[in-house]
C-alpha cells in the first residue's frame, strides 16, 4: 500500500523559515516524480514543486520561485521542501504527491501539513 | 501558462440525479486531463485520468469525457459519499501544472 507521510508544518513568523518532510512507503520511491502542492485555507489546488526521480531536475511556481527548494533522499525515501522568506500567503495545507514519468496525472497523495504564517 | 476553468462553482443535486461538472482549458492539452475528487478534511483522491479512464478503484458512476480544451465530468447516480469538492487538473504543458478552480457538489 503506498503511504506519503508529511510533517514540519507549524507556525511561523513573516519572513521565516520551515522544511517540510513527507516519508514515502509501498512503492520504488527513486522511481516517482514528486510534487508538492498546497492549498491555503477554503481555497483550491496550487502545484508548488515538482522533483524528477533521481533529484537532478526541479522546477517551482512562479510565487515560490527563489523562496522555496525542493530535494530528495532516495535513500530514506524522503521528500522535502525547503521554505524561506516565507509570507502570510504561504500559509496552506501542503500536500505531497507522486507521478509516474512521462505524461502522467498525480496517482498518491499525502495527508497533508499545515503551515501558518502568522505574527 | 495553461488556464483552467470549471463551471459551475456550485452544483446542487439531489441523492441519486446525475450530475455534470465542465472544465475548460484555456489552450488544447489534448487528453491529458485528470479529474480529483476531495472531501473535508481529506487529501485530493485521483478520480479520472486520460480524460476518461477511471481510476483504480473508482465506481463506474463516474465517467469523464472531452478532449482538446472542453472537459466532462459526470457522476451518473450521486450517493452520499460524492458529495464533495471535484477539481480537474491538466498535466500535458507544464510547468506549471495547473489545477481548475473546483465545483462543490452539494446535497439539494
Known amino acids: 500500500e503506498v503511504q506519503l507521510l508529511e510533517s514540519g508544518g507549524d507556525l511561523v513568523q513573516p519572513g521565516g523559515s520551515l522544511r517540510l518532510s513527507c516519508v514515502a512507503s509501498g512503492f520504488t520511491f527513486s522511481s516517482y516524480v514528486l510534487n508538492w502542492v498546497r492549498q491555503a485555507p477554503g481555497m483550491g489546488l496550487e502545484w508548488v514543486s515538482i522533483i524528477s526521480g533521481n533529484g537532478d531536475t526541479t522546477y517551482y511556481a512562479d510565487s515560490v520561485k527563489g523562496r522555496f527548494t525542493i530535494s530528495r533522499d532516495n535513500s530514506k525515501n524522503t521528500l522535502y521542501l525547503q521554505m524561506n522568506s516565507l509570507r502570510a500567503d504561504d500559509t496552506a495545507v501542503y500536500y505531497c504527491?507522486?507521478?509516474?514519468?512521462?505524461?502522467?496525472?498525480?496517482?498518491?497523495w499525502g495527508q497533508g501539513t499545515l503551515v501558518t504564517v502568522s505574527s | 501558462e495553461i488556464v483552467m476553468t470549471q463551471s459551475p462553482a456550485t452544483l446542487s443535486v439531489s441523492p441519486g440525479e446525475r450530475a455534470t461538472l465542465s472544465c475548460r482549458a484555456s489552450q488544447s492539452v489534448g487528453s491529458n486531463l485528470a479529474w480529483y475528487q476531495q472531501k473535508p478534511g481529506q487529501a485530493p483522491r485521483l478520480l479520472i485520468y486520460?480524460?476518461?479512464t477511471r481510476a483504480t478503484g473508482v465506481p463506474a458512476r463516474f465517467s469523464g469525457s472531452g478532449s482538446g480544451t472542453e472537459f466532462t465530468l459526470t457522476i451518473s447516480s450521486l450517493q452520499s459519499e460524492d458529495f464533495a469538492v471535484y477539481y480537474c487538473q491538466q498535466y500535458n504543458n507544464w510547468p506549471p501544472l495547473t489545477f481548475g478552480g473546483g465545483t462543490k457538489v452539494e446535497i439539494k
Open positions: 504527491a507522486t507521478k509516474r514519468v512521462g505524461t502522467n496525472p498525480f496517482d498518491y
Open positions: 486520460g480524460a476518461s
